[in-house]
C-alpha cells in the first residue's frame, strides 16, 4: 500500500515536472512582453541571447543580398567578390542597432523588424494587439517559434536555457523584409 503511494507520488511530481518544463516558453514570453511593456531594457536583456541574435541577423542578410547579386548568366565582375565585405562592413552597425535592448524592444512591440533609435523611446507596447494575436509552436523540446498573428511578422526564436528559462536567439526574417 505504502509502496502504491509513493510510486504515484513520484508519477505525480514527474508529471507536474513535465507540465511545467512544456509551459516554460509561455511564461518566458509573457515576463519578456512586460518588460518590453515596461521598457525594462535590464529585464528584456535577461531573456535575450544577443551575440547568437546578431549572428542570426548577419547569416540572414548575407544570404538574402548574396542571392540577389549572384550573377544570372552574365559575366561576373571582379568587384563582385568585394561586395559581401563591403556589405558586412555596412550591415555590422545596422545589425548592432536592431539588436539592442531598444532595438529588440521595438521588435516585440511591433512583430516587426526595424532599426531603434537609441535616443527615441520605444513604441509604448499598449498600442499592440493583445497577447492572444501571439503564436508559439515548439519546433524541439530545445527551440520555440513565436510569431505575432499577422502577415509580413518576424518570427521570433527561443531557445531553451536550462530546464526553465528561454532566450531570444534568432529572429527569422519575412521574405518581403530581406533586402
Known amino acids: 500500500m505504502q ?10 511530481a514527474a508529471g507536474l515536472l513535465a507540465l ?3 509551459a516554460s516558453p509561455y511564461w518566458t514570453l509573457s515576463r519578456l512582453r512586460d518588460a518590453a511593456a ?15 541574435l546578431r549572428d542570426s541577423f548577419k547569416v540572414q542578410l548575407l544570404a538574402a543580398v ?14 563582385a567578390s568585394l561586395a559581401p565585405a563591403l556589405i558586412a562592413a555596412v550591415a555590422n552597425p545596422l545589425i548592432d542597432a536592431m539588436v ?18 537609441p535616443s527615441a523611446p520605444p513604441p509604448a507596447f499598449d498600442k499592440v494587439k493583445p497577447k ?5 509552436h ?39 523584409a530581406r533586402p
Open 3 to 12: 509502496r502504491k503511494h509513493i510510486i504515484l507520488g513520484v508519477a505525480v
Open 20 to 22: 511545467s518544463s512544456f
Open 38 to 52: 515596461a521598457h525594462d531594457a535590464q529585464a528584456v536583456s535577461s531573456h535575450v541571447d544577443f551575440p547568437a
Open 66 to 79: 548574396a542571392e540577389r547579386a549572384a550573377p544570372k548568366g552574365e559575366a561576373s565582375s571582379p568587384f
Open 100 to 117: 539592442s535592448p531598444a532595438g529588440v524592444t521595438a521588435m516585440l512591440a511591433s512583430g516587426e523588424v526595424n532599426v531603434a533609435r
Open 132 to 136: 492572444a494575436d501571439w503564436s508559439l
Open 138 to 176: 515548439y519546433r524541439n523540446w530545445n527551440q520555440v517559434a513565436v510569431t505575432m498573428d499577422k502577415p509580413g511578422a518576424a518570427g521570433f526564436i527561443f531557445r531553451r536555457d536550462g530546464l526553465w528559462s528561454w532566450k531570444l536567439a534568432a529572429v527569422e526574417l519575412p521574405r518581403d
